[in-house]
């Protein structure tokens, strides 16, 4: 079978890192086996739907690169069909008007556990005159025999002398001696007793269609064959089953996604990476790194493998390995990850992610420390900087060094500074103006000379000439830094920080 799937999300929020995580592996599926994908967007809540959180989804979608098939469906737009649907329902018997007010279904509730409302077998034969049916006399053999004598309501009154002009809603009468399963792909087979079940509101009073009608009749108009979603959604299927079971429409192949958890296993919050993907891409990891993490969270491969590139996660991905336990969000391997992502992505690709970043805090610098924009140098800085970092904020961060005149000193560089002679430091100057070649395997064979002659260790020449040049430790060896940006600017910044210091 061609998978035919569906990223089904409600625009309440962020794309959230299950909801990326469901859509990936809807994608994946569909695209091994050549099917098509859909993006429907589960507007019906219009109090909590929001254009932003559409907006999110849809460039959440993007940027971690998940294309669809056709254009994005709003469920909005088929509210008339879902009602059509209901009515159909009611047509055929297996729905049915319920005139119970929110007082009658909650004291319902508190006696039997759930809702089976009188109405679900009243035989209204004229649809359209429906005050002539009331039950507020009736005595309990009546009621009993409309409940197919297996309920008894006897202390609720129901007061509706006229129900032309009582509001309803409409419920699917529930086949209650029948028990509904599902073959679920990752959780296996798992049955449900329908007397577990109540009559489940298909069309509220105000005559909205609800979630459960909605998304049935929107998935088999889409001809959806495979249901890929969320554990949270579990229950929800031996609901929907009743209305494909009841309109006699094919029922879809189901599999349902455990949760992520926190690292120690429990419920995941903000602290955790309960977080929107789009804040994901603005604390620097890229789309790569979030789809190879993603597919690997809760899917174990080969056993062996971690790192697959687009192809290989189509072609690797199985559906059915899936784990059915939770899986267990862990930053510190989303940060190895995303290193690994970094080092291997094209310098001018990674040029094109931090310059921004790097604009904008030097706008935001104290004008004292001067800086200049060097496009050239900045790639070269990349290259060596690349290999140390774990996101593109970090590698932003160090690549700030090549643009100053004059660098700011953190403490520990202040330290080392504290203990300086202008001699040695002169001395250093001489050796570095007479460098013919200057490189980083050149810099550090006049550093050996400079530590033989003065009886200094290598390291301490190396720390003073940090302090001097870059003014921290986060950063590439100062060699290398002093290769990125040159012979000049290396002196002058000795020359500068040295001056700060004596004035």
Same mark, same amino acid.
């Given at each position: 079978?061609?998978?035919?799937?569906?990223?089904?999300?409600?625009?309440?929020?962020? @794309?959230?890192?299950?909801?990326?995580?469901?859509?990936?592996?809807?994608?994946?599926?569909?695209?091994?086996?050549?099917?098509?994908?859909?993006?429907?967007?589960?507007?019906?809540?219009?109090?909590?739907?929001?254009?932003?959180?559409?907006?999110?989804?849809?460039?959440?979608?993007?940027?971690?690169?998940?294309?669809?098939?056709? +254009?994005?469906?709003? *469920?909005?737009?088929?509210?008339?069909?879902?009602?059509?649907?209901?009515?159909?329902?009611?047509?055929?018997?297996?729905?049915?008007?319920?005139?119970?007010?929110?007082?009658?279904?909650?004291?319902?509730?508190?006696?039997?556990?759930?809702?089976?409302?009188?109405?679900?077998?009243?035989?209204?034969?004229?649809?359209?005159?429906? &005050?002539? &049916?009331?039950?507020?006399?009736?005595?309990?053999?009546?009621?009993?025999?409309?409940?197919?004598?297996?309920?008894?309501?006897?202390? @609720?009154?129901?007061?509706?002398?006229?129900?032309?002009?009582?509001?309803?809603?409409?419920?699917?009468?529930?086949?209650?001696?029948?028990?509904?399963?599902?073959?679920?792909?990752?959780?296996?087979?798992?049955?449900? =007793?329908?007397?577990?079940?109540?009559?489940?509101?298909?069309?509220?009073?105000?005559?909205?269609?609800?979630?459960?009608?909605?998304?049935?009749?929107?998935?088999? +108009?889409?001809?959806?064959?495979?249901?890929?979603?969320? +554990?949270? &959604?579990?229950?929800?299927?031996?609901?929907?089953?009743?209305?494909?079971?009841?309109?006699?429409?094919?029922? #879809?192949?189901?599999? &349902?996604?455990?949760?992520?958890?926190?690292?120690?296993?429990?419920?995941?919050?903000?602290?955790?990476?309960?977080?929107?993907?789009?804040?994901?891409?603005?604390?620097?990891?890229? #789309?790569?790194?979030?789809?190879?993490?993603?597919?690997?969270? !809760?899917? $174990?491969?080969? $056993?062996?493998?971690?790192?697959?590139?687009?192809?290989?996660?189509?072609?690797?991905?199985?559906?059915?390995?899936?784990?059915?336990?939770?899986?267990?969000? %862990?930053?510190?391997?989303?940060?190895?990850?995303?290193?690994?992502?970094?080092?291997?992505?094209?310098?001018?690709?990674?040029?094109?992610?931090?310059?921004?970043?790097?604009?904008?805090?030097? =706008?935001?610098? %104290?004008?004292?420390?001067?800086?200049?924009?060097?496009?050239?140098?900045?790639?070269? $800085?990349?290259?060596?900087?690349? *290999?140390?970092?774990?996101?593109?904020?970090?590698?932003?961060?160090?690549?700030?060094?090549?643009?100053?005149?004059?660098?700011?000193?953190?403490?520990?560089?202040?330290?080392?500074?504290?203990?300086?002679?202008? !001699?040695?430091?002169? %001395?250093?100057?001489?050796?570095?103006?007479?460098?013919?070649?200057?490189?980083?395997?050149?810099?550090?064979?006049?550093?050996?000379?400079?530590?033989?002659?003065?009886?200094?260790?290598?390291?301490?020449?190396?720390? @003073?000439?940090?302090?001097?040049?870059? $003014?921290?430790?986060?950063?590439?060896?100062?060699?290398?830094?002093?290769?990125?940006?040159?012979?000049?600017?290396?002196?002058?910044?000795?020359? *500068?920080?040295?001056?700060?210091?004596?004035?």
């Amino acid at each position: 079978m061609i998978p035919i799937t569906r990223f089904a999300p409600s625009p309440t929020g962020y @794309l959230h890192i299950g909801g990326a995580r469901t859509a990936l592996y809807n994608w994946l599926h569909t695209r091994k086996f050549g099917g098509k994908f859909y993006l429907r967007i589960e507007d019906t809540d219009k109090i909590r739907s929001t254009q932003s959180a559409i907006d999110a989804i849809i460039n959440g979608l993007n940027w971690l690169g998940l294309d669809w098939d056709g +254009d994005i469906i709003l *469920q909005s737009k088929n509210v008339f069909r879902h009602k059509e649907v209901a009515e159909e329902l009611i047509r055929i018997g297996k729905a049915y008007r319920c005139y119970m007010t929110q007082e009658e279904i909650n004291e319902m509730r508190e006696k039997f556990g759930k809702v089976i409302s009188p109405w679900r077998n009243i035989n209204i034969a004229d649809a359209d005159n429906i &005050h002539v &049916h009331s039950i507020l006399n009736m005595n309990e053999e009546e009621t009993n025999e409309m409940h197919n004598n297996r309920y008894q309501y006897k202390d @609720l009154q129901y007061q509706y002398k006229d129900l032309e002009y009582k509001q309803y809603t409409i419920r699917l009468k529930v086949d209650l001696n029948s028990i509904s399963g599902i073959n679920d792909i990752i959780k296996g087979r798992v049955e449900v =007793n329908n007397n577990e079940l109540d009559d489940m509101i298909l069309v509220r009073s105000d005559g909205t269609p609800t979630y459960m009608l909605a998304v049935v009749v929107d998935d088999h +108009d889409a001809g959806i064959n495979t249901i890929i979603r969320g +554990d949270d &959604h579990f229950t929800n299927t031996f609901r929907q089953l009743q209305i494909y079971n009841a309109m006699g429409w094919n029922i #879809p192949q189901y599999a &349902h996604i455990p949760m992520i958890n926190a690292e120690d296993g429990k419920k995941m919050s903000k602290r955790h990476g309960a977080i929107g993907i789009d804040q994901y891409k603005n604390m620097g990891y890229l #789309p790569d790194t979030m789809i190879n993490y993603l597919l690997r969270l !809760g899917w $174990g491969g080969d $056993g062996m493998t971690e790192i697959y590139s687009r192809d290989e996660s189509i072609s690797s991905f199985e559906l059915h390995k899936v784990s059915s336990s939770p899986a267990r969000f %862990d930053i510190q391997k989303l940060n190895n990850l995303n290193g690994h992502y970094i080092r291997k992505t094209d310098n001018k690709l990674l040029f094109s992610l931090i310059y921004p970043l790097i604009i904008e805090k030097l =706008n935001l610098i %104290d004008i004292k420390y001067n800086f200049e924009l060097d496009e050239k140098m900045l790639l070269k $800085g990349i290259d060596i900087s690349k *290999q140390r970092v774990s996101t593109i904020l970090e590698l932003s961060d160090i690549c700030m060094i090549y643009f100053y005149k004059k660098n700011p000193i953190d403490d520990k560089c202040q330290q080392v500074l504290s203990k300086i002679t202008v !001699g040695l430091v002169d %001395d250093i100057k001489k050796y570095l103006l007479n460098l013919k070649e200057w490189n980083c395997l050149k810099i550090n064979d006049t550093i050996e000379i400079i530590a033989e002659q003065k009886s200094i260790k290598k390291n301490e020449i190396m720390s @003073l000439l940090r302090a001097l040049i870059i $003014g921290t430790f986060k950063s590439p060896s100062v060699s290398e830094v002093m290769e990125v940006i040159g012979k000049e600017k290396s002196i002058n910044r000795i020359i *500068q920080t040295m001056d700060s210091i004596i004035t």
